[in-house]
C-alpha cells in the first residue's frame, strides 16, 4: 500500500492510498459520510459509501471522534471543489485511538473559545486551523530570512545565549547563576554580531532572545526571536536600505508560498501586494509632528509607546522608518548624530495597519573614548565590556545593524492581533505552562 501525504495527492488521481493522521471532523448525510482528516500537510474530506463498505467499517463514523488518529484507505479522486482539488473514496479504515473527548472541540471550526482556556492547551491548540497556518507560515519567514542573507553574502554567526552582560538596558534582564557568578539570558546577540562582522564583513544571527518585560501588552513576550545583521563600513542610511530590501523579501516569499494559509486566517493580501522598497523614511520630529496633528499629547524627548506607534503607523501604507531619536530613551551603544548630538543615528521601522515596532536598530559608537563615556553614563560594569571596548582599539571603523523582531513580523504579515499566537509555545508574563 502507497502512503502519501494529502499534499501530494495531486499526483496520485485513481490510485489507492493510505493516509495516516488524525479525525479534523465529520458530518453525515443519509448513506453517505464524510471524514475530514488532517494529516500535518493539509486537509482531505474521505468519503464513506454505505454501499461499498464492510458495514464495521461504515458503521466506525459513529465512534470516531475529533482528533482520533487513524489511517484511511481509499482512492483518490479529482474533485474541483474541494479543498486541495481531490477527495478519497474510502475502502478501509485503520483506528489507532478514538479519542472519547477533545477538550478544545470548538477550534475545530475555528470558533475561538476564551484564549484563557486555550493558552493553557497550547500542546493541543497547535492543531486547529488557523494555528496550523501560522506555523507554516512563521516556517517560510524564517526561511526566507536564511535565503535573503545567505544570497546576499551574509555568514551566519551564532550568539551565545548565557551572556555576562546587558545589551538592551539592566532592566528586563533574566539573571542565571552561573558558577557562583551572575550570568543573563541574551537580549540580543548585537554586540557579538559587532565583533564578527569585522571578522567577516556581513554577518547576521537568527536565534532566541529573552526579556522580562513586565508588560502584558499584544506584542510583548518574554521569550521572542530575533534575526540580527551587522555590517562592517555600513552607516546609517545602509542599514536603512538593507532592513527595506529584507522586509520586502520576507513579504514576497510569505505572498508566493502560502496563499492557502493566508486565506485560512482571512488576511487582506492587497495590503500586503505593494509592500516593496523604498519605505517612507521620516525623523523621530517628523514623527512627532504627526503625533500632533492627529491631536495626541506627547512630549518631544519620550519615547513612542504602542499607541504613539500605531497613530504614526497609520500615516503610512507600507512600514515607516522613524530615524534619529533622542539619544537619552535609547541603548548606550548608539552612534550620536554629528549635525545634533543630542539625537542618536539609529532607525526603527515601524509596520503598517497598527503592528508596531518590528525593527529596531542603527549606527554603532565606534569610538573608544566616547563608548567608554557612555558605559559609564549607563552604569553599566566596565569589566564585563572590556572585550566589546576592544573592537574600539583594534581597527575600529563605522558599522551598523538591526535586529528584526521574528513574531511581529508574522503577526503583521498573519493579521493575527497578539504576538503570543505567531510561535508555538509563547513565554508570557507569569506564565511558563506548557
Ligand atoms: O529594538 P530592540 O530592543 O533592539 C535590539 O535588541 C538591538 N540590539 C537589535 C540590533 O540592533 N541588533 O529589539 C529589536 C526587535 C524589536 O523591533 C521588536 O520587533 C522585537 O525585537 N522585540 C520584541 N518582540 C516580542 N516581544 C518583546 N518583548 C520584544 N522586544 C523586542
Ligand atoms: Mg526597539
Redesign the pocket.
Known sequence: MKVAYISELKNHIGEEVEIRGWLYNKRSSGKIRFLIIRDGSGYLQAVMIKSELPEEVFNLYDELYYESSLAVIGTVREEKRAPGGVELTVKDIKVYQITEDYPIPKVREDNIPDVGVLLPKRHLWLRSRKQWALMRIRHTVEKAIHDFYDKNGFIRIDAPILTPAA??GTT?LFETDYFGEKAYLT?????Y?EAACMAHGKVYCFGP?F?A?K?KTR????E?W?V???VAYYELDDVMELAENFVSYIVERVLEERQEELKILERDTSKLENIKPPFPRITYDEAVKILHENGMEFEWGDDFGGDEETVISKSFDKPVMVHRYPAKVK?F?MKRDPENPELALCV??LAPEGY???????QREDDYETLLKRIEEHNLPKDAYEWYLDLRKYGSVPHS?????????IAWLSGVRH?RETIPFPRLLEKIYP
Open positions: 545589551v538592551e528586563t537580549q540580543s546577540g548585537q554586540l554580531m532572545t526579556r518585560e508588560s506584542r510583548h513576550l518574554m521572542f530575533m540580527e545583521p551587522e541603548a551603544y526603527d521601522m508596531g515596532e518590528i525593527i529596531g536598530g542603527g545593524g538591526f535586529g528584526l523582531g521574528v513574531e511581529r513580523t504576538v
